[in-house]
């Protein structure tokens, strides 16, 4: 039996924008009835190389809260290398109360932001340091007395009843899967799957693949709207050139740092480009130039990877295709030359093309 599934459709900043303009971003994405509501992606400071300044990741969720009241408030995401799994949940909490139970905690490796700490991937492992992330959050929500001993966490507390207190017990955690592994962990312990940017219709296939094996060896069902999303570049306007024009730049910064930090070849590959197409971002980040090479995106490498860039027409046919291919959570990284930009492609998705968005398979 074929089951339809309704594709929801948010809006996704990093948080080195302005908290007065977040503020504006979500009211609009609410008022434009994007339901798949507002999301923050923890930036940091290497975004000062773009001239660009971080602001805290739960700050900025605490403002974007207050311009909204029906929305989901997300992030998408903050690292578990950052901050022990007992902070990160009572900083999850703080929002959770906050927004009125609207509030979607999202985990994920943040390579770029975690390169600068003295951590050891090798010997942190990723899956093994988010499954023990989750588990003491979930017991911190939960509100019950516990005592826990992992391989890379430990934590005791005393009981507290949240509920009594009008306090959610259970906070969905979704978890942002660039690698294999960690979609298989997605599929097994999560509450939702986060793609990276660059996510390609035959990733999201590839992706979800993972994910359904890491819940069957979990003897796990997953409902057919178990979330999916992914961050999607995106820029809309009536002039589709000013559109790609603005996604251009942000492409590339993607596609230097799947090479440099994620180096994962199935991103890549799943556009369909053949690999000498990279060859002149390999060679900026060996000459140190990688942050000059927008010159090397062309219209046809955006096309095929799905960024979501153009007229509200073009807009339409590129994120049918990335729902068609199971992503029912996508998450419009919105990226103008200016605040009234951004506020335009926000009313442009949400009112021209997401109600006409077929359902998906």
Request: aromatic share 8%.
């Amino acid at each position: 039996m074929t089951v339809s599934v309704n594709p929801k459709v948010g809006v996704i900043f990093k948080s080195y924008e302005p908290l007065a303009s977040m503020q504006a971003y979500a009211y609009q994405t609410e008022q434009s009835k994007l339901m798949g509501g507002f999301w923050i992606a923890e930036a940091y400071h290497w975004f000062r190389q773009y001239g660009l300044e971080a602001r805290g990741c739960f700050t900025t969720l605490a403002a974007v809260s207050m311009a909204t009241a029906k929305i989901p408030i997300g992030l998408g995401i903050t690292s578990p290398y950052m901050r022990h799994p007992t902070i990160q949940a009572s900083e999850a909490a703080g929002i959770d109360e906050l927004s009125g139970g609207r509030f979607i905690m999202g985990i994920g490796v943040g390579k770029v932001g975690i390169e600068y700490l003295e951590y050891d991937i090798e010997k942190l492992r990723p899956v093994g340091i988010h499954r023990e992330s989750m588990a003491i959050m979930r017991k911190v929500f939960a509100g019950e007395a516990y005592q826990y001993q992992g391989k890379y966490f430990e934590s005791s507390m005393p009981a507290f009843d949240r509920a009594a207190a009008g306090l959610r017990t259970e906070i969905p955690i979704y978890v942002g899967a660039t690698g294999p592994f960690m979609q298989k962990l997605s599929g097994s312990d999560s509450d939702g799957m986060l793609l990276a940017g660059l996510t390609s219709p035959a990733f999201v296939r590839y992706a979800r693949a993972n994910m359904a094996a890491g819940a069957a060896k979990a003897g796990r069902v997953l409902p057919p709207d178990f979330p999916v999303g992914g961050v999607i570049l995106c820029a809309c306007s009536r002039d589709g050139d000013k559109a790609r024009a603005a996604t251009r730049p942000y492409t590339g910064t993607y596609v230097v740092n799947k090479i440099r930090n994620i180096k994962n070849d199935v991103i890549l590959s799943g556009s369909g480009l053949p690999d000498s197409a990279w060859e002149p971002f390999r060679q900026a980040i060996a000459d140190g130039t990688q942050d000059n090479v927008t010159r090397y995106v062309t219209d046809e490498m955006m096309r095929k990877f799905t960024v979501i860039s153009g007229t509200p027409e073009d807009c339409l046919e590129i994120t049918q295709e990335l729902v068609d291919a199971g992503l029912n959570l996508p998450l419009l990284e919105v990226v103008g030359a200016s605040e009234a930009d951004n506020l335009e492609t926000i009313r442009l998705m949400g009112e021209e093309v997401v109600p006409r968005l077929r359902l998906a398979a």
